[in-house]
């Protein structure tokens, strides 16, 4: 096992330069288990899926065995880069105190402090293991899910589990995630008779039917929210019906939505009452869905106290639980056990020059420490600084 403490920015240059898109790997997970097998962890490694979504490649590596078992959630892959960069993306790029390139932030970034934290973690009690996916920005299918499904048929449960997406919003340390919104899109497709306009009464005009439950959908008041969530919202996101001609009734008209929905709603009982407005306005429409994932909560307790005493030590700074945002991995594992996210400063992520703050990747790897430590019962090193040693959380432009 490796004694030498792994520098966590030079770590997330190296996975900055596999440009790892979905479903690309490119070498990213070649980099991570690298790196945790000299650490002396046990890296299992294998594909799952196939086109058009897949291959995907997964990792999940152990260290120590029994109780507790505590485990880091992330993800290898990237959103593609888009064009108009300063630099390469896939160049890891410093210009001052930021380290630049897709997927510094999401989350190349806090995967790469974790390691370098469990680096400094050696001889600790019980279970420490990572579960890493190639499948997070994409459709998700082959990713987690997969993950859940290896780790169930060899008996392997954490109890605890952090997921690293970059939960800060203002300033490093600011946001803990207890939980997430659910998501469904659902697809409307409403038939009609064309016709000329000026018949109408030889046409059925599929627009009109689509206006009238596309009225009543956006007129429902789903929830009022409550202590953790806000309230779900139902929102159009396309409409279309394919008409270049002025004077013909459409055929057909097509629209598509998004529920994002709290923990007082499931996403089968949401289709289940768009479905019915759908049928009393327009019988003969179809409908199509699919649940991105359902709401979760973990209510506030050991795992986000162990958590939020980890940034405090660390940054001085005290997190604020939400659960705000769009959804993540944890949708899934939080099957398994609790779950917290706690990662980097979000306000570039997906972005063009994606940045993370220098300091903040080894505040960050203090903070990982500090909760790896705490949960597997290991007295903090001295790698860890004071606050009066700690840079000011990076500042970001919105």
């Known amino acids: 096992m490796s004694a030498d403490p792994l520098d966590p920015v030079a770590l997330t240059e190296r996975l900055i330069a596999c440009p790892s898109v979905t479903p690309a790997d490119a070498g990213a997970l070649g980099v991570i288990a690298e790196a945790l097998e000299r650490q002396g962890f046990t890296v299992h490694r294998f594909a799952a899926g196939g086109p058009p979504d897949g291959p995907i490649e997964n990792l999940h590596a152990t260290r120590g065995q029994g109780a507790p078992h505590f485990a880091f959630a992330g993800h290898s892959d990237v959103v593609p880069p888009g064009s108009g960069w300063t630099t390469d993306p896939f160049t890891p790029t410093r210009r001052g105190d930021l380290l630049h390139g897709r997927g510094a932030v999401d989350m190349k970034g806090a995967v790469a402090a974790f390691v370098a934290a469990a680096a400094r973690v050696r001889d600790h009690a019980g279970t420490l293991s990572l579960i890493i996916t190639g499948d997070e920005e994409g459709p998700a299918t082959h990713g987690t899910l997969a993950l859940m499904d290896w780790m169930a048929v060899r008996g392997e449960r954490p109890d605890m589990i952090l997921v690293g997406e970059p939960t800060s919003d203002k300033r490093f340390g600011d946001t803990i995630k207890i939980g997430r919104r659910g998501s469904v899109n659902i697809w409307i497709t409403v038939p009609g008779t064309q016709g000329h306009v000026a018949y109408p009464h030889l046409a059925d005009n599929p627009a009109t039917r689509l206006l009238r439950i596309l009225d009543r959908l956006t007129r429902l008041t789903l929830d009022e929210g409550n202590r953790w969530f806000q309230p779900s919202n139902l929102e159009v996101t396309d409409i279309s019906v394919g008409n270049p001609a002025t004077n013909v009734i459409p055929g057909e008209a097509r629209a598509r939505l998004n529920i994002r929905f709290n923990d007082e709603q499931n996403g089968a009982a949401l289709v289940a009452q768009v479905r019915a407005i759908v ?3 327009a019988p003969r429409a179809s409908l199509d869905a699919k649940i991105s994932g359902e709401a979760f909560l973990t209510e506030p307790g050991p795992l986000s106290d162990l958590v939020t005493e980890s ?5 001085g700074v005290t997190p604020a639980l939400s659960t705000s945002g769009g959804t993540s991995d944890a949708r899934f594992l939080s099957r398994l056990c609790p779950v917290v996210e706690f990662g980097l400063v979000n306000a570039t992520m997906h972005k063009l020059d994606e940045a993370v703050g220098i300091p903040d990747l080894y505040a960050l790897t203090d903070i990982y420490e500090a ?16 606050d009066a040693e700690i840079a000011p959380a990076t500042p970001f432009l919105r």
Not at 311 to 315: F, K, L, Q, S, Y
Not at 371 to 386: E, F, K, N, Y
């Open 311 to 315: 940034i405090r030590a660390v940054t």
């Open 371 to 386: 909760v790896i430590r705490t949960a597997l019962g290991q007295r903090m090193s001295d790698h860890v600084r004071s």
């Open 279 to 281: 049928r009393e306005e």
